[in-house]
């Protein structure tokens, strides 16, 4: 590439060391040793002269910045599952392949959200603050901190990709009636697996659920899926957790619904405009109405250098002249 011995890759945010030291022994490797986010102009720079740039969700690789990118710029290797931040389209006009790095982040994924279903219900996080805050905990009660039992609910799946189906075999085990919607039914052995019930209309599926778990990837399509008049749907009584997008959800709509008691609570590891998080969230958080993660859901070592380990695949592939496996397309996004 560009009669480089060695390719430029430039790494937008800090990753594990041995992901970094074994891309120091592979490529030319600039590495991000702050982990501070990259600003617009350090992007525009970092596209001019880079051979690969391996970019995260915190970053925005849009049609903008794709135009400014130097002629060396021939791979896009993100570090991440999702493509929603790059213009997969745009890249593509300019001969940029873009990759990611599925499948590894599901068991991870899928663990975060059960234990999101169980904090809510069961209000863990108020129970772990007693012995944080200056409240003194004046021992056991009948009736002190009572919550809802999950055992024989229904969960109702938004998205029963490859998370929404990890996220269903914990939900049987915990004793939660599985139903699911999706574009497609999925593989009728599955189904019968999981004694999972397909609703082809979401609006009928969230009206029947006392647990909502979205785990559908962000696409124009999907955003505000979960709209003001779907969340209005939902029962008084009914939770919600989000552990795929933040922008998937009407976020002000919940708000509301969250203040006016038509929900019973939320649990959320995303936000429609993170970081930012919406104050009147943070203030639903205090009273125990919502659980808030700052972008945990597939925060394990494990798996941040399976994602790595992934990205160096993608390039050592692509630098060699051959097609990497984790090619996205853009029909595909």
């Known amino acids: ?3 480089r011995k060695k390719p430029l890759v430039v790494i937008t945010r800090k990753l594990p060391d041995q992901v970094e030291t074994r891309m120091r022994e592979l490529f030319d490797a600039r590495l991000n040793v702050d982990d501070r986010p990259m600003t617009q102009p350090e992007l525009v720079a970092a596209v001019k002269e880079a051979d690969v740039l391996v970019p995260t969700v915190t970053d925005r690789i849009d049609a903008a910045l794709i135009e400014q990118a130097g002629e060396r710029l021939r791979l896009i290797a993100t570090f991440g599952n999702g493509v929603d931040n790059i213009d997969v389209s745009a890249a593509a006009k300019r001969s940029i392949t873009v990759t990611n790095t599925p499948n ?13 279903m169980l904090a809510v219900p069961r209000r863990l996080i108020e129970g772990a603050g ?14 002190w901190m009572l919550g809802r039992r999950i055992w024989g609910k229904r969960l109702g799946i938004v998205g029963m990709g490859r998370i929404g189906t990890a996220v269903a075999r914990r939900a049987k085990a915990f004793g939660l009636s599985i139903h699911y919607h999706n574009r497609h039914r999925v593989n009728p052995a599955v189904e019968d697996e999981l004694e999972a019930t397909y609703w082809e209309s979401l609006d009928q599926m969230l009206a029947r659920m006392d647990i909502i778990s ?12 979960l709209s003001g008049r779907r969340l209005a749907l939902m029962q008084p009584s009914a939770y919600i957790v989000n552990t795929a997008r933040g922008d998937i959800i009407d976020e002000e709509a919940l708000i509301h619904l969250l203040q006016e008691n038509k929900l019973a609570g939320a649990a959320l590891d995303v936000f429609e405009h993170e970081p930012a998080v919406n104050p009147k969230l943070l203030r639903l958080a205090h009273k125990g109405k919502v659980a808030l993660l700052p972008h945990m859901g597939s925060a394990t070592m494990e798996g941040r ?3 790595g380990e992934k990205v160096i695949i993608n390039i050592r592939t692509f630098v060699d002249g051959h097609r990497p496996p984790d090619r996205v397309l853009p029909n595909r996004v």
């Not at 979205?214 to 899926?225: D, E, G």
């Open 1 to 3: 590439m560009a009669g």
């Open 130 to 143: 007693i012995f944080g805050g200056n409240q003194k905990w004046a021992g056991w009660s009948p009736t």
């Open 305 to 307: 250098i399976d994602m």
């Open 214 to 225: 979205v785990n559908c990837p962000s696409t124009p399509a999907t955003f505000h899926l």
């Open 104 to 116: 590894v982040l599901t068991e991870d994924t899928a663990d975060m959200t059960m234990a999101l």
